[in-house]
């Protein structure tokens, strides 16, 4: 069975190694254009294609998914089944070409979280489990018939880093086993697979949610909600794009914060207050207290807010935000 890869990012390449190592034909790989980079603006490589170089792989890289000579080049490659992890959103030109079908890996039990951004949003929004989908693509993104699902528990104190992580490995099991059935039943329509539609009705009591893309201006923290909301809040944006605040006019990054059993002595309850006790950086939130632990001031590198307390001056009791 020959197969052509398509992704981009880390999270993409255990499923790409599994599927070799495991002695599945690559017969190639796309991903996307090389792009520069970092203050010399170099040529930067994908994590998938950095992977596809050392084995070899015949490597794609268009600009535009519709040009008439990358569908050439897919045609003339004959592949049977298209395998797609972390990538761009398919043409149906693309998608319908091959007689097995094309599959997805997604990082949510579909049909909830739809979206680009599946990982973050189950943490942010404090979620006890998650997990990996495989499915046919089809014209609406994210909705095709569900052929595979891994449940997972999400550890309270996993960032989305964290997360993402075991995802992809995960992922890149259930990616094979999802192979493996099409290739025992060498007919995507034989393939056993359910229709979201029918899964729906028991997710959130028939509420799917969404997991839109997260940009640098959703990343600021509002310290009027409660501990829970902003610590899920804050290892959900870890470690990017990172949730932030104003602290002296310049940009903190907070990358793990913990929500602390004591109350430090101050005068103010404010939230956003900032107060400095016993070599730690505590914040008022709306209920309690947070803890910083792992920061990054504008311009400065990320470290321990313990090892930055003792390098930089920050004023006590000023309100976080201003």
């Known amino acids: 069975m020959k197969i052509v890869f398509m992704g981009t990012p880390e999270f993409a390449v255990p499923s790409l190694k599994i599927l070799h190592d495991s002695g599945y034909e690559i017969s190639g790989v796309v991903t ?13 490589e994908s994590a998938v294609k950095k992977y596809a170089l050392t084995q070899k792989f015949l490597i794609l890289q268009p600009d535009k998914l519709r040009d008439p000579s990358f569908i050439q080049q897919l045609t003339d490659i004959r592949a049977d089944l ?27 039990l579909l049909p909830d979280y739809r979206g680009a951004a599946p990982i973050h949003w189950a943490v942010i929004n404090g979620d006890k489990k998650t997990g990996v989908t495989t499915f046919f693509i089809e014209k609406e993104i994210d909705t095709g018939k569900i052929i595979n699902q ?48 029918t899964v729906k009705l028991n997710v959130n009591n028939g509420v799917i949610r969404i997991a839109p ?14 501990s829970e909301s902003i610590y ?3 290892r959900g944006m870890s470690p990017f794009p990172c949730a932030n605040t104003i602290i002296d006019g310049k940009l903190l990054k907070i990358f793990f914060a913990t929500i602390s059993d004591i109350e ?17 950086i505590f914040i008022k939130t709306l209920d309690s207290w947070l803890i910083l632990n792992d920061i990054q001031m504008e311009g400065k590198k990320r470290m321990l807010s313990s090892v930055f307390l003792r390098g930089f001056q920050i004023k006590n009791d000023i309100i976080l935000g201003t």
């Open 213 to 226: 893309k997260l940009h640098s201006q959703d990343c600021r923290i509002n310290w009027h909600q409660n």
């Open 82 to 108: 298209f395998v797609v992890v972390a990538f761009r959103m398919l043409p149906q030109i693309v998608w319908e070409m091959p007689r097995l079908g094309c599959i997805n890996l997604h990082g949510s």
């Open 232 to 234: 899920n809040f804050i």
């Open 32 to 44: 996307v254009p090389d792009k520069p980079a970092g203050r010399g603006q170099k040529l930067s």
């Open 264 to 280: 430090p002595i101050s005068n103010i309850s404010e939230p956003g207050k900032l107060v400095i006790m016993d070599n730690k």
């Open 150 to 197: 891994t449940e997972v528990e999400i550890p309270y104190n996993y960032t989305t880093g964290d997360l993402h992580d075991m995802l992809s490995l995960i992922g890149a099991e259930l990616m094979l086993k999802t192979v493996k059935t099409i290739e025992k039943f060498n007919d995507k329509n034989l393939v056993p697979s359910i229709d979201q539609v």
